[in-house]
């Protein structure tokens, strides 16, 4: 048998964490086992679904780099065929016509709600006489296809992660197959297109488990042999709800655009509820292929821990090549017209950010905490000038030791460290003092990679150039802070 397995998402909203997660299973199961991965849109609420929707889902699908083998098959371009089976199921005897409005049900619907009461279609349609029901058919009223749900009956099944798991079908009603405007529903479509795609492993979230019963009732009503069904667990957020938008990002392409990288984002998603043999985490993507199996899932809903995805994000980031790095960078460094500098001199910026490298979590990171390295317009944060920028001193100091470095020869960490000390010292200041000043000067910030380091990798021109240019606000600065 070759494996095939399929991700089916709706396009009414973005491709979330969680669909993203399902995506990522089915994907490593079919890379396991040999087989085919499919992708099918099932944009059947036509009012909800749009092509925005989908072309954002496929951009992060591939952003993610699941790719598919068939597909995008899209839902709305097969109607024929669900039509076709759901009159099937009616003609062998499993559906039948109901003929009630919609918005009357509905309303009942919310008056048993309002009054605590349970409600169910009451199959007033099915107790119609053969012939009324021909009748009202030629007269051209609207109708739906119901599938008769047998009663009393528990329908089992073996879930792939669940296990047994039994559904009394005695709460289940009788649920439309087609709607009067001849559009499926999706316990329609799912099977009609599993079964028509020879899907053959169901991996899904487990929001789906309590449609799996009407799913396997069509199956077996039309004789087509079953899928073998695997529920995994819901993502939660920290307080143990489903996880949503209240808990933050959600979308995987926000992830994208706030600085993760893919290979990051994918390696934490796979842990969410998959506990791979051996316990490490950090698995590149044939490690995944390699030990992922389905009896590795567990039943217990993951919790999404935004601090984990950042640590594992820095990892990342951390094990990429300098020049790999820069080319990630890109397209945030585009968005701020930094890139044609940085394409120009790359063996400037690639020491640049190696050094940055260690203390980033995000890619974005590197144009915040790293400004100073891509541009001269940084700001100089006020309260980083207001904390080092005191002392009477250092305006003479800064000059000084700007005379000083643009006489260095070499102009190395340690040929610049000496020079910094000395200077300081030969004017009985603290080096501390001096260091920090320079630091802010240079960054605009009070933290950082070492201060020596960055005045290397930054280079002899700029750093005198920065040092000189900082001389009349630091001035104006110190003068301040005699005032006060
Ligand atoms: N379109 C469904 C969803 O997005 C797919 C469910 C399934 O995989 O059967 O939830």
């Known amino acids: 048998m070759t494996v095939r397995v399929r991700f089916a998402p709706s396009p009414t909203g973005y491709l979330h964490v969680g669909g993203a997660r399902t995506s990522l299973f089915n994907w490593l199961f079919a890379r396991k086992h040999g087989g085919a991965f499919i992708l099918r849109i099932e944009d059947t609420d036509v009012e909800r679904s749009s092509a925005e929707m989908v072309e954002g889902i496929l951009e992060a699908l591939r952003w993610l780099g699941l790719d598919w083998d068939e597909g995008p098959y899209y839902q709305s371009q097969r109607l024929a065929l669900y039509r076709e089976v759901a009159h099937a199921l009616w003609k062998r005897g499993y559906a039948y016509p109901c003929f009630c409005d919609p918005a009357v049900l509905e309303r009942e619907r919310e008056v048993a709600r309002a009054q605590g009461r349970p409600w169910k279609y009451d199959r007033r349609c099915d107790r119609l006489d053969r012939s009324e029901q021909e009748r009202r058919v030629q007269a051209g009223l609207p109708y739906a296809l119901r599938f008769r749900v047998p009663e009393d009956v528990t329908l089992r099944f073996e879930d792939g992660v669940h296990g047994a798991v039994g559904f009394a079908l005695r709460d289940v009603e009788d649920f439309v197959l087609l709607r009067s405007d001849g559009y499926p529903t999706y316990q329609l479509a799912v099977v009609v297109d599993d079964h028509d795609m020879h899907v053959t492993h169901v991996i899904r979230g487990d929001d789906h488990i309590a449609n799996t019963p009407k799913q396997i009732l069509i199956y077996r009503a039309m004789d087509w042999p079953l899928p073998a069904f695997a529920h995994v667990p819901l993502i939660l957020g920290p307080d143990r709800s489903r996880l949503s938008k209240r808990h933050g990002a959600v979308s995987v392409l926000a992830y994208r655009d706030e600085g993760y990288l893919p290979e990051a984002l994918r390696n934490y998603l796979a842990l969410l509820g998959w506990y791979p043999p051996g316990g490490q985490e950090i698995l590149s993507l044939d490690d995944m292929v390699r030990l992922f199996d389905l009896r590795d899932v567990n039943k217990a809903n993951p919790i999404f821990d935004v601090q984990k995805l950042q640590w594992m994000n820095a ?170």
């Open 315 to 484: 990892e990342y980031i951390r094990q990429l090549p300098d020049d790999v790095l820069l080319e990630r960078l890109r397209p945030f460094l585009e968005r701020r017209g930094w890139w044609s500098d940085v394409q120009a001199h790359p063996e400037r910026y690639r020491s640049r950010v190696s050094l940055l490298k260690t203390r980033a979590r995000l890619l974005t990171d590197f144009l915040t905490m790293g400004e100073a390295f891509f541009t001269e317009d940084y700001t100089i944060d006020p309260e980083a000038s207001a904390q080092r920028w005191t002392d009477t001193r250092l305006p003479t100091l800064m000059e000084t030791l700007a005379d000083h470095l643009a006489r260095l020869t070499e102009f190395t960490a340690l040929a610049i460290e000496a020079t910094v000390r000395a200077t300081a010292e030969q004017a009985s200041v603290k080096p501390a003092v001096l260091i920090h000043a320079v630091r802010v000067a240079l960054t605009g910030r009070t933290v950082g990679p070492g201060l020596f380091e960055l005045m290397e990798v930054l280079g002899q021109d700029t750093v005198v150039r920065r040092l000189r240019r900082a001389l009349p606000q630091l001035r104006e600065m110190v003068s301040k802070a005699i005032r006060q």
